[in-house]
């Protein structure tokens, strides 16, 4: 017998130290997020403070900006975006995330696609329906398993306009996956029209990590390991900026640590550093 798949360990952990963020650093928030506080289990205020000495060591604090700033920076570019004719934000390994239900009066005209896991995606449903977050007109899920169908076959079953310009996010999920899988993605991007883009963030290799970004990278590859979600592929930006060119695309933006530490970080008295383990490529078609 085949055991059906649960939903994401990784992705009820991020949603955890999302809350954190919330509950525990100060203001102002890199991103404000009250739908995020209390969504799961382990994510109310009163559980963030029972565990706030492990919540503030710092391989947690590192990991918990690593997840706010990299959804910062995909609304920001969203909303950058949306400068030029845009109807389409496709949410690649949604998760938990809760863009869709906080969305600002920006968005609102935007058609939002959520793509994941069958399994995943029923339990955020369940979520949202026991914290009574209301889904609102715009947003369209579609389940997917990626071993099974691919990218192309998921946006034709939610009635994606492949003719007009979108942008897509993949955040916290090209580690999961294998090579092919990931250039599959890329290339079914390529197919869009010009203007069209994508956002997703990526693991580096240890041996371009010190300090505590190799410490959170040991630390959580292993866990994640042993929760039956191992790391299969971690990318060089270099590496990887090389790649997006030679696969086709016109625009590439790196978000180096440097650069979101002093465009989200350096006004802060909390003397918080972007994170070096867990980056943000740009690509447009």
């Not at 990931?182 to 963030?201: A, D």
């Not at 693991?203 to 630390?219: F, M, T, W």
Request: aromatic content about 12%; proline content about 5%.
């Amino acid at each position: 017998m085949v055991m059906e798949r649960a939903a994401s360990w990784s992705a009820c952990f991020t949603s955890i130290l999302r809350a954190a963020h919330q509950v525990l650093d100060e203001e102002p928030k890199l991103l404000d997020d009250p739908f995020v506080v209390g969504l799961v289990d382990g994510s109310s205020a009163d559980e963030i403070q029972q565990f706030v000495t492990n919540y503030n060591l710092p391989i947690m604090q590192l990991t918990r900006f690593s997840f706010i700033l990299r959804n910062r920076i995909v609304e920001d570019m969203l909303k950058v975006k949306l400068n030029a004719p845009l109807e389409q934000f496709v949410i690649l390994g949604a998760g938990l995330d809760t863009f869709a239900y906080r969305q600002p009066y920006w968005a609102k005209y935007l058609k939002i696609i959520e793509i994941d896991h069958p399994n995943s995606q029923e339990f955020k449903k369940n979520h949202l329906r026991k914290t009574n977050i209301t889904v609102p007109k715009n947003v369209t899920f579609y389940p997917i398993d990626f071993e099974l169908a691919s990218l192309k076959d998921a946006l034709t079953a939610v009635y994606f306009n492949a003719n007009t310009r979108s942008y897509f996010s993949w955040i916290g999920v090209t580690q999961y996956l294998t090579m092919p899988a990931i250039l599959s993605t890329l290339k079914t991007i390529l197919s869009l029209p010009e203007g069209s883009g994508i956002i997703f963030s990526f693991i580096l290799p240890e041996h371009l990590l010190e300090g505590i970004d190799k410490q959170a990278s040991v630390y959580f590859s292993e866990m994640l390991a042993s929760k039956g979600e191992p790391w299969l592929t971690r990318l060089d930006p270099v590496e990887l900026q090389e790649l997006l060119y030679n696969l086709g695309f016109k625009k590439v933006i790196y978000f180096k640590p440097e650069m979101v530490q002093k465009q989200y970080l350096h006004q802060r008295s909390d003397q918080r550093t972007a994170p070096i383990y867990e980056q943000l490529m740009y690509a447009e078609v």
